[in-house]
């Protein structure tokens, strides 16, 4: 045995000349033991080692003036099928592993094949790093997507981050590369260097699939330790997956995890210490959900989590994968739903990330009328890349399977079904029919809502969709969407800009409570007064709201009030519960302190009055989304800017009667028809003293007289309170 001989070193010139430039495509086919008839030959190339022994056969000769070491045998060299190298770095110390270039590929060829077609939904678990015990030996399979690369390797501390020392072989034109590296187990750092075929610049990338990533402002991807936590939810996603929830009652709170509450140093709290504080917070107030806005790794706190840079990483910020999933497991037992504010819409340019990942357009759109979101500054994915459709609808999957998630809400979907969403006529590439409708976008939502909806029963797609797109929760078959529900940006829209009004305006503006009726059934509807409507000066909720103090907190009230009675389930971001006078800053903690005040606690004893009564009270959900659930009584009195109307479970049931009074006026004796003879019972009265109220009402109950009014057979005498909502109760029995 021997090194090379000159003329084996002559005919892999071109071999190591590529592998030493760090541009080698295939180096399984060079690097390693490799026989040929009567003669074998063995090669390594590790960079800034000073000697190596290739355990059973000996010291490894050096090809003069490289990195390069080599053997050749006329006999055939006595290796393990897994062979193992020894070595001195640069430093003196020991090193020794088994040669990653003694694995043949691990990559099946179905999972390629599905990848390839766009059809892969559990795409995470061949792409990224993971754990892996080949042949009794035990490493991390690296494995990426990057077709315009001429070489890949994985980098990380383990390797001084040389990209030499481990290049990734090529499997062929699905343009996936992959690499078993031995000896390497969970926690390590890790990152791709890519280098483009064409213009031979080399590139440092995340991994878009890997599952931890470093806590900001690092970067680097983190291989994973399998999952620890022991779910005990089985019941809840039992339950969950036979829930009618059209039908049942959802009330969300919306929150950002980074900023509900802090430590005494400002630090974020743990998923531990958020699930000790947030989850009896928001089940004592009553609320259905919680809502987080998004978690998925993003470089950026400005961005609110919504430039997202790791698709299937939950940010380091709150702790370990496990402590998410273990935070999910409590809220179930505690009766709590969870979603995720999921962005599939558009990512960010930061250099380790998705854009330009291989060296040219590839996760977006190469057409950079089509690719830019000018207002955001970001990139937009390519949903006409089949690739790319593998790549989000994997991520989707995997939030709701790994971490049980009780469904998606799906940001800025307006951007995603229009070419010309935020262009300001500026040019835009067309559809092939001309028209201004993303074709493949819309391909691609249907895909997610049917992808699932069949794996994970009983979960939720929620739309953030802003503008009349038609049939968004509608089902494909039929030409829609295929969303669960919608976002109702018209009732808030409308809703805000009245209360904004000053009380003696608003009967010229009655119209904007009463033309949602109009359309509140077209679309399975979620009424939002979200983290959007309290940022960018827009004012907190009760910033918005015109008077003095007493009067702010009164409309306020009244708003809430009209939310909760409205058709449609509830959205409510955190601080709004208890009147939030600033805009939200996610740089810091709510304004705690305000629930010493008797006016700010009544507000968020109100809104648990209300979410209670909506949860218990079938008549407030169960047809949320059917017209045989609501019937106005009264909606045209503009002058006195007053609202009835009745909310029903059944059309021969005693439904609950809601009276509105949007002025600071009290209204006596105000006459209203209702359907049910008998006493109706106060049930809730927003000015009430407990709610930080005037106390204005109708001591509890009252009877009905027996004339009609409002072309109904008989009617009450009300006081209307000011600024205040009514929801009355026919005692039962009750009879038409």
């Not at 766009?118 to 015990?133: E, K, N, S, V, Y």
């Not at 119209?511 to 509807?525: D, H, I, K, P, V």
Request: with cysteine.
């Amino acid at each position: 045995m021997h090194g090379w001989r000159p003329e084996t070193c002559a005919r892999f010139a071109a071999d190591l000349r590529l592998l030493a430039e760090g541009r080698h495509h295939d180096p399984h086919a060079v690097l390693g033991h490799h026989g040929e008839p009567g003669r074998e030959r063995f090669l390594a190339h590790i960079p800034a080692a000073t000697d190596v022994v290739l355990e059973g056969a000996g010291v490894l000769p050096r090809i003069a003036g490289t990195d390069f070491f080599a053997l050749e045998s006329d006999v055939p060299l006595p290796l393990a099928p897994h062979w193992r190298l020894q070595w001195r770095d640069s430093h003196g110390q020991a090193r020794a592993q088994v040669d990653p270039y003694s694995f043949a590929p691990l990559t099946g060829a179905d999972d390629l094949w599905l990848f390839s077609g766009g059809r892969h939904q559990d795409a995470w678990r061949f792409l990224g790093a993971h754990l892996r015990h080949v042949d009794d030996v035990d490493g991390v399979l690296f494995t990426v997507w990057a077709p315009n690369a001429e070489r890949v390797s994985v980098v990380g501390p383990f390797c001084q981050w040389d990209g030499r020392r481990y290049p990734l072989r090529s499997l062929g034109v699905s343009g996936v590369w992959e690499l078993f590296v031995p000896g390497l187990g969970a926690g390590e750092l890790y990152k791709f260097e890519l280098r483009h075929r064409g213009s031979g610049q080399v590139a440092l990338r995340a991994d878009p699939y890997a599952r931890a990533a470093e806590l900001r402002p690092a970067t680097a991807s983190v291989v994973p330790a399998p999952p620890a936590h022991h779910w005990t939810d089985g019941d809840w996603l039992a339950r969950r997956a036979e829930r009618d929830w059209l039908h049942a009652p959802m009330s969300i709170y919306e929150v950002h995890l980074g900023s509900w509450r802090r430590r005494a140093d400002g630090s974020f709290l743990s998923y531990d210490e958020l699930a000790d504080a947030l989850i009896p917070y928001a089940r004592d107030l009553g609320f259905t959900h919680l809502e987080l806005l998004p978690i998925a790794e993003h470089p950026l706190d400005d961005s609110w989590g919504y430039q997202v840079t790791g698709q299937f990483a939950p940010t380091a910020r709150f702790g370990s994968p496990d402590g998410l999933r273990e935070f999910v497991d409590r809220c179930h037992a505690a009766g709590l739903g969870v979603l995720l504010d999921w962005v599939p819409g558009h990512f960010p340019r930061d250099a380790h990330g998705l854009a330009q990942f291989d060296g040219e357009p590839l996760y977006e759109y190469a057409d950079p009328r089509k690719g830019e979101h000018r207002d955001w500054g970001t990139l937009v994915f390519d949903y006409d890349r089949r690739e790319v459709r593998s790549f989000l609808i994997s991520s989707a999957c995997y939030w709701l399977e790994q971490f049980h998630f009780d469904g998606l809400r799906v940001d800025a979907v307006a951007s995603m079904l229009y070419l010309d969403y935020g262009r300001r006529g500026l040019d835009y590439a067309p559809n092939r029919h001309g028209g201004n409708q993303n074709l493949e976008a819309i391909d691609f939502l249907r895909e997610l809502n049917a992808a699932t909806h069949a794996r994970f029963p009983g979960t939720v797609v929620i739309a953030e969709e802003s503008t009349d797109w038609p049939m968004v929760s509608r089902p494909a078959h039929d030409g829609g969407l295929g969303f669960s529900m919608k976002w109702n940006m018209g009732w808030m829209h409308d809703t805000l800009a009245y209360l904004q009004e000053d009380p003696v305006h608003r009967g010229h503006h009655h119209e904007r409570l009463t033309f949602g009726m109009m359309y509140a059934y077209s679309e399975n509807f979620v009424l939002p007064l979200s983290h959007d409507e309290v940022v960018h000066l827009k004012r907190s909720l009760l910033g918005r709201m015109p008077g003095d103090a007493w009067q702010r907190l009164a409309n306020l009230r009244l708003l809430f009030a009209w939310q909760w009675c409205f058709p449609g389930k509830k959205l409510l971001f955190m601080g709004g519960e208890f009147g939030q006078p600033s805009e939200w800053d996610f740089r810091g903690a709510l304004p705690w302190q305000l629930l010493d005040d008797a006016g700010h606690a009544g507000i968020r004893r109100l809104v648990a009055d209300l979410n209670h009564l909506y949860r218990d009270d079938a008549r407030l959900h169960a047809r949320e989304f059917e017209p045989a659930g609501f019937r106005w009584l009264s909606c045209d009195d503009r002058w006195h800017s007053v609202l009835v109307f009745e909310r029903r479970q059944h059309a021969d049931q005693a439904g609950l009667v809601i009276a509105l009074n949007f002025t600071p006026v009290p209204r006596e004796a105000y006459r209203i028809g209702v359907p049910n003879r008998g006493r109706y019972r106060e049930v809730l009265n927003t000015d009430a003293a407990h709610y930080g109220g005037s106390n204005v009402g109708n001591l509890g109950s009252l009877q009905t007289l027996d004339e009609p009014s409002m072309d109904q057979p008989w009617s009450l005498d009300l006081t209307l309170p000011p600024l205040g909502a009514l929801i009355l109760a026919p005692e039962l029995p009750a009879t038409r």
